[in-house]
């Protein structure tokens, strides 16, 4: 677990960071600097885009990480990889084709609620090849054990840029048209960044060279443009439906604001996930199985651990948090709570998606995902018309925790694993009772000064009790170690 830790730690820290920079983005400046509708395009735009993703990168990312470490002479790697940067574009250019012959039928089909959309569909391919190609040289980057930079581009780069943006809007430096151009080719700069940071840990040299496993390659490939449209599909079907189905899009922004701020429970995930897909799939390999089922557990436990603080410091400040927002956008509490939950027991699976996507039983997996999709998009239709933005949240949140509770039964079955133990109950246990303990109770000054100390009296409590009993190894070892205990 050192080089999960390290980098982990580094992953963190830079994620933590962007993700302050995006609360700055997301709760004080696009709710100020544009208007609601405005805000509300952005965030739709950004959310049929990441839907899009997963096609235009044709599950390349994954089968980088899955197939790397089999190949062992530099012809094979060399053909294996020439293989990846241009198989994307089987789909790439026959979507472009689709697009500019059916472009009309596309715009009315995007702007039949929101006519303010129809203006700007072409940003939404343009951003979807370029966050495909992202993940891609990313993946390059990820095989060799180098994430953090690639960290560093994922979360830090576009966040700093769109900040910048967002005060040339408000110096009237930018119109709000010139704002989602440019957004856009933030999102296209960030992408050639990235290529230009993998090609200098391993410049490509192109081999047109059939590979021995190239069908086994392909058909990896193809099964994951379906996990990871499932993937995006859960995490922005909710904005791009309620888009699509309400006729005031400045309702996405209200729901994205909520969705940020329980989101933030997700990062220790994302941070940690960087460096334990390749590692994953390394002990796969191997049939290390001893190895594979301490890190599931382990990884489940520190996840949780540090998941479990982040959902205790939004729902018990989620009031003050309130306070301190413009109050139309104020009226997403039972979307943070609902979405929140959602979150906490996906990052108490730990590594269970790296198992499964990196397995031999990926395609029963990819077809229980589909089922869950498709149940996704059918309850935010029945809900979103009848409770808004609610009605989403709590469809979300029910794909959400049926799918993950399959992935645990489906990795108990065939791998005989399982990534809870007593720790995991306790710690559940200590969010009961510090939930219950602290919701109804502020300090009575200003929401800021309330949200420093009750999250500072918080975190001295959960510290203590997460060193007192013993709930995982890994965080009490990082507390000797930097606390100094004994």
């Known amino acids: 677990m050192g ?5 982990s730690f580094k992953n963190t820290v830079t994620t933590y960071f962007s993700f302050g920079l995006g609360a700055i983005n997301t709760l004080f400046l696009y709710t100020n600097f544009l208007s609601d509708q405005y805000y509300g395009l952005v965030a739709f735009l950004l959310s049929a885009a990441n839907i899009m993703t997963p096609f235009m990168a044709f599950g ?3 089968a980088i990480v899955k197939f790397y470490s089999t190949f062992k002479t530099k012809n094979s790697i060399n053909s294996f990889l020439t293989l990846m940067l241009f198989l994307p574009l089987f789909f790439i250019i026959p979507a472009a084709f689709i697009g500019y012959f059916a472009y009309d039928t596309i715009v009315l089909w995007l702007s039949n609620e929101n006519k303010i959309v129809e203006n700007y569909v072409w940003y939404i391919f343009i951003l979807a090849v370029s966050m495909a ?19 560093l581009m994922k979360e830090v780069f576009h966040r700093v840029c769109i900040m910048l943006l967002l005060f040339g809007v408000y110096v009237e430096w930018l119109t709000v048209n010139q704002f989602i151009t440019v957004l856009v080719g933030v999102y296209v700069l960030r992408m050639v960044i990235m290529k230009l940071y993998a090609y200098s840990v391993r410049f490509p040299k192109l081999k047109f060279q059939k590979l021995e496993n190239q069908f086994s390659i392909l058909k990896y490939a193809g099964l994951m443009i379906v996990a990871g449209s499932i993937a995006m599909l859960i995490l922005d079907i909710d904005k791009f439906m309620i888009g699509l189905m309400l006729p005031d899009i400045q309702q996405v ?7 940020f ?13 960087q460096i334990m897909l390749p590692l994953t799939a390394k002990f796969l390999n191997e049939n290390d199985k001893v190895a594979l089922e301490d890190l599931y557990k382990r990884s489940s436990m520190t996840l949780l651990v540090i998941s479990g603080f982040i959902f205790l410091l939004i729902i018990l400040n989620i009031n003050q948090l309130y306070e301190i927002l413009p109050e139309k956008f104020t009226g997403g509490l039972f979307v943070v709570l609902i979405v929140s939950l959602a979150k906490l027991y996906d ?15 990926y395609r029963m997996v990819l077809f229980f995902g589909v089922l869950l999709a498709i149940m996704a998009i059918v309850l935010n239709a029945i809900f979103i018309p009848i409770y808004g933005i609610e009605g989403s949240a709590f469809a979300t949140f029910l794909a959400v925790f049926i799918y993950n509770t399959i992935k645990i039964i489906f990795v ?17 246990l200590v969010l009961i009772v510090l939930t219950s303990g602290f919701y109804f109770w502020d300090f009575l000054f200003h929401p800021i000064l309330n949200i420093i100390l009750k999250s500072g009296l918080l975190g001295l409590i959960y510290i203590v009790l997460i060193y007192k009993l013993n709930i995982s190894e890994d965080i009490s070892n990082q507390m000797k170690k930097y606390l100094r205990l004994k």
Not at 261 to 267: D, G, K, Q, W, Y
């Open 261 to 273: 701020i329980a989101t933030v429970i997700a990062v220790p995930q994302r941070a940690m996930h």
């Open 3 to 7: 080089i999960v830790l390290n980098q």
């Open 412 to 428: 108990k079955r065939k791998f005989n694993m399982m990534p809870f133990s007593m720790g995991s109950v306790k710690i559940v």
């Open 133 to 151: 190609y992202f993940e891609i040289f990313f993946a390059w980057t990820k095989v060799h054990m180098q994430t953090v930079f690639g960290n």
């Open 60 to 62: 390349v990312h994954n």
């Open 347 to 361: 990052n108490s699976l730990g590594n269970n998606n790296a198992i499964l996507f990196n397995s031999d039983y």
């Open 253 to 259: 922004a209200y729901y994205s604001v909520a969705i």
